[in-house]
């Protein structure tokens, strides 16, 4: 029951509460009449409220929530201590040298096969596949990773794609270990590009920069012709396209939705109890992000495939979006927000918002002329 209590608690923090923005007299009075500038005149007090609410209710999907400390008194701060030192000096190095080791053998190995073996080499692709697999088990491992997976294992077929909620690149890397995908992914600089274009590129994986309006006729373009292939990798898709706190889910972008093929939800929930996987890159860089894991006791999570899903006769991508989305959000206990996720890089100009503002004041007052 409290538990029950506590999720109540939280689904409440997204409701606003309307009387702490109008007094009981205001609510319980409704004007006779009323004329458009009137709306135009309360329209910055509107847009202020409204504004709050929703920067509060957006905000939220990409804040990371500090675990309650529990080293609060005399009996557990020394166990705390222990448990510090313990994860910062034995098992960080540790971790440290499992995560070398595999990337000495990794490279060594990658290296021949890549420039040795020809382009048309029968078993060049299959190599590299099997090495970006071994990588990836690697990095598993120098988290002490707790993993379950749920479901059919991903099969190798034209006409399908994946698609999965977003928390943290290492998403690719959980998937990856036990399916080699070919992912949709941004363009990163330093040593994970140089990962994207040299490494992971050998998948077939589509990379795209959010700021090029170009980039997104030729990555349509590019989802067509790859999961047309009988010998391509299967197509991995975070919809989102922004990483999320793993409390909700903001709204599916409809590319993936639009490709006339199997759509394979794949939900993903990590457990907090040992360490949040979030990455907020804004805030942080992807190294200290695994620094952050790799001090941590382990990183526990659930992975589930879910049933392939298809366009129904008369629904929009959208819509087909939408009921993907809320299959993921049910299996993995998230919250459907309907926020679009490129609002945390980019914000409407002011001149837009005025517009919309306007429209919404004259549909309003035609509604009430209607009545």
């Given at each position: 029951m409290?538990?029950l209590?506590?999720?109540?608690?939280?689904?409440?923090?997204?409701?606003p509460?309307?009387?702490?923005?109008?007094?009981?007299?205001?609510?319980?009075?409704?004007?006779?009449?009323l004329?458009?500038?009137?709306?135009?005149?309360?329209?910055?007090?509107?847009?202020?409220?409204?504004?709050?609410?929703?920067?509060?209710?957006?905000?939220?999907?990409?804040?990371?929530?500090?675990?309650?400390?529990?080293?609060?008194?005399?009996?557990?701060?020394?166990?705390?201590?222990?448990?510090?030192?313990?994860?910062?000096?034995?098992l960080?190095?540790?971790?440290?040298?499992?995560?070398?080791?595999?990337?000495?053998?990794?490279?060594?190995?990658?290296?021949?096969?890549?420039?040795?073996?020809?382009?048309?080499?029968?078993?060049?692709?299959?190599i590299?596949?099997?090495?970006v697999?071994?990588?990836?088990?690697?990095?598993?491992?120098?988290?002490?990773?707790?993993?379950?997976?749920?479901?059919?294992?991903?099969?190798?077929?034209?006409?399908?794609?994946?698609?999965a909620?977003?928390?943290?690149?290492?998403d690719?890397?959980?998937?990856?270990?036990?399916?080699?995908?070919?992912?949709?992914?941004?363009?990163?600089?330093?040593?994970?590009?140089?990962?994207?274009?040299?490494?992971?590129?050998?998948?077939?994986c589509i990379?795209?920069?959010?700021?090029?309006?170009?980039?997104r006729?030729?990555?349509?373009?590019?989802?067509?012709?790859?999961?047309?292939?009988?010998?391509?990798?299967?197509?991995?898709?975070?919809?989102?396209?922004?990483?999320?706190?793993?409390?909700?889910?903001?709204?599916?972008?409809?590319?993936?939705f639009?490709?006339?093929?199997?759509?394979?939800?794949?939900a993903?929930?990590?457990?907090?109890?040992?360490?949040?996987?979030?990455?907020?890159?804004?805030?942080?860089?992807?190294?200290?992000?695994?620094?952050?894991?790799?001090?941590?006791?382990?990183?526990?999570?659930?992975?589930?495939?879910?049933?392939?899903?298809?366009?129904?006769?008369?629904?929009t991508p959208?819509?087909?979006?939408?009921?993907?989305?809320?299959?993921?959000?049910?299996?993995?206990?998230?919250?459907?927000?309907?926020?679009?996720?490129?609002?945390?890089?980019?914000?409407?100009?002011?001149?837009?918002?005025?517009?919309k503002?306007?429209?919404?004041?004259?549909?309003?007052?035609?509604?009430?002329?209607?009545?």
């Amino acid at each position: 029951m409290a538990g029950l209590a506590t999720s109540s608690a939280e689904m409440d923090l997204d409701r606003p509460n309307i009387e702490e923005y109008l007094t009981g007299e205001s609510i319980r009075e409704a004007p006779k009449k009323l004329h458009l500038r009137d709306l135009l005149d309360i329209s910055p007090m509107l847009e202020e409220a409204a504004g709050a609410i929703v920067d509060d209710s957006f905000t939220r999907c990409f804040k990371s929530n500090p675990s309650e400390p529990w080293n609060w008194n005399i009996y557990l701060f020394p166990l705390w201590c222990l448990g510090v030192g313990f994860r910062y000096g034995i098992l960080f190095p540790f971790r440290v040298i499992i995560l070398v080791a595999g990337w000495i053998v990794f490279f060594a190995a990658f290296s021949l096969v890549h420039f040795l073996l020809g382009e048309l080499n029968k078993w060049k692709r299959e190599i590299e596949r099997k090495l970006v697999v071994m990588i990836c088990s690697v990095f598993v491992a120098s988290w002490t990773a707790v993993i379950k997976y749920h479901g059919p294992r991903p099969s190798m077929r034209p006409q399908q794609v994946f698609v999965a909620n977003h928390t943290s690149m290492i998403d690719f890397i959980i998937l990856e270990q036990m399916t080699a995908f070919a992912v949709i992914m941004q363009k990163h600089p330093g040593w994970v590009g140089f990962i994207q274009k040299i490494i992971v590129a050998s998948l077939g994986c589509i990379w795209f920069n959010r700021t090029e309006a170009e980039d997104r006729e030729i990555v349509a373009r590019k989802l067509r012709e790859h999961i047309q292939g009988v010998d391509s990798n299967p197509l991995l898709i975070f919809p989102e396209g922004t990483c999320v706190n793993n409390h909700y889910t903001v709204m599916f972008k409809k590319g993936a939705f639009e490709l006339d093929c199997a759509v394979c939800p794949v939900a993903i929930k990590y457990n907090k109890i040992f360490v949040d996987a979030f990455w907020n890159s804004k805030k942080q860089s992807f190294t200290m992000h695994l620094v952050q894991l790799m001090t941590s006791w382990a990183v526990v999570c659930d992975v589930w495939y879910l049933e392939p899903q298809y366009i129904r006769p008369g629904e929009t991508p959208i819509e087909f979006a939408e009921r993907v989305q809320d299959m993921i959000s049910v299996r993995a206990g998230l919250k459907k927000v309907p926020w679009d996720g490129y609002l945390k890089y980019f914000r409407p100009s002011p001149k837009l918002i005025e517009r919309k503002q306007q429209i919404f004041a004259e549909s309003v007052l035609q509604r009430l002329e209607e009545k």
